[in-house]
């Protein structure tokens, strides 16, 4: 259970987000949105979707 007082108990200010539609994605943006910690080989292989695929690859994570 997580503390009233724990900074990760709350969620995501709206400011905060975006999908990408109004601002550039790279490859952190889209490792990030599936939920995983970005790690080397999970940039390369999101620069590579991102290369192929553009924006729209992050628009399948968060419709």
């Known amino acids: ?10 969620p995501t200010p709206d400011k905060l987000l975006h ?7 790279d490859p952190e943006d889209l490792v ?3 939920g995983q910690d970005p790690t080397p080989k999970l940039l390369d292989k999101a620069r590579r979707q991102l290369e192929l695929e553009g924006a729209a690859a ?6």
Request: aromatic share 0%.
């Open 1 to 10: 259970m997580t503390q009233a007082d724990d900074p990760d108990s709350h």
């Open 19 to 25: 999908t990408g539609g109004e601002h550039p994605v």
């Open 32 to 34: 990030m949105a599936s």
């Open 58 to 63: 992050v628009e399948r994570l968060l419709p």
